[in-house]
């Protein structure tokens, strides 16, 4: 989540999800290992609401920047240079 790979950390949660639901089907899901769960999902969370507002962050700023874009500028080279 961290480094922004999101379809790996997906793969990675699914891995967990799935020994969770192996623990929790064989009766050894500890309450230790609900709490940690837990924390990793609030983690995530997190992670998930900063990159949520990065993103709309450099949005926000391409917006603006676009604003003060010269629509209108010839295609021909700005500076001309005059000998004297």
């Known amino acids: 989540m ?34 940690e769960a837990g924390a990793l999902v609030e983690w995530c969370r997190v992670e998930a609401l900063c990159a949520r507002a990065r993103a709309l962050d450099k949005l926000n700023r391409l917006r603006v920047a676009r604003k003060y874009e010269d629509r209108a500028a010839p295609a021909g080279p700005r500076l001309v240079r005059a000998d004297f």
Do not use: C, H, I, V
Request: net charge positive; charged share 30%.
């Open 2 to 35: 961290a480094g922004g790979k999101y379809r790996q950390a997906l793969a990675l949660w699914n891995d967990y999800a799935a020994g969770l639901r192996d623990e929790l089907s064989r009766g050894r899901l500890t309450e230790a290992r609900l709490k």
